[in-house]
């Protein structure tokens, strides 16, 4: 069965300075997909950025990048730079071929001034 | 445009009635879900349709039922509401059912019973 993994109920960290939230996963599929999500206080999930498994370079957008250990089975989301408007909930999610997508249970950010 | 909306945003209803959310993706996109939030942020998706056939049917209620007129529509009733169905319900759709694909989700419908 597949698993995902946040081990960061919370985090918070100062403006400016920057984050890193952990996600590792469990799966014996060799081809699969990664994201992360991100839900501010307005609720709605927006995706930060995917990563293919198959692709060896971490996947990077603007501020946020990941560092994506296959071997190791870890997907961490680094966000650079942090601004205030970053406090959100973060969502971990994996997809396979022939599986749902399987979610984390969310890391709270809180982004201080 | 809003690609993904949902209707009613918010809805306060008693215990035992029905009600529904209304979603429509103006993507294009074939598949389209139902995910419900509870109050830990936990998400659980409840629903998938692929081009208006079911194709996830999760351990739901039979209270919930969705209906999908078309591959841009897909609707949720609810039966004999409970004060358990209070949550966040958010529809969405990507481009199809494969893995890997961008799921893009509505602003959700937060639904409370009382």
């Known amino acids: 069965a597949q698993t995902v993994t946040q081990s960061q109920p919370e985090m918070s960290v100062q403006e400016a300075e920057t984050v890193t939230l952990s996600c590792t996963y469990d799966?014996?599929?060799?081809?699969?997909?990664l994201f992360w999500y991100k839900q501010p206080p307005s609720r709605q999930m927006i995706l930060v950025i995917r990563?293919?498994?198959?692709k060896q370079q971490n996947a990077t957008e603007n501020r946020f990048s990941v560092n994506f250990q296959k071997a190791a089975k870890s997907f961490s989301l680094k966000i650079s730079d942090s601004q205030l408007g970053d406090t959100a909930m973060y969502f971990c999610?994996?997809?396979?071929?022939?599986?749902?997508?399987?979610w984390g249970a969310g890391t709270k950010l809180i982004i201080k001034p | 445009d809003t690609a993904v909306s949902q209707t009613p945003k918010y809805l306060v209803t008693q215990m035992g009635n029905d009600k529904s959310i209304k979603c429509e993706q103006n993507?294009?996109?074939?598949?389209m879900y139902w995910y419900k939030q509870d109050s830990k942020k936990f998400l659980k998706i409840m629903f998938s349709?692929?081009?208006?056939?079911?194709?996830i049917n999760e351990t739901v209620p039979n209270r919930f039922s969705p209906k999908s007129p078309d591959k841009a529509h897909l609707n949720l009733h609810i039966n004999s509401l409970e004060l358990g169905d209070s949550a966040v319900y958010f529809c969405?759709?990507?481009?199809?059912?494969?893995?890997?694909?961008?799921?893009?989700f509505g602003e959700g419908s937060w639904l409370t019973v009382v």
């Open positions: 990563q293919e498994a198959y």
């Open positions: 999610a994996f997809s396979a071929l022939g599986y749902q997508l399987i």
């Open positions: 799966t014996s599929e060799s081809n699969y997909y």
């Open positions: 349709y692929n081009n208006k056939e079911l194709i």
């Open positions: 969405a759709s990507s481009q199809d059912w494969y893995s890997g694909n961008t799921i893009y």
């Open positions: 993507l294009g996109h074939d598949t």
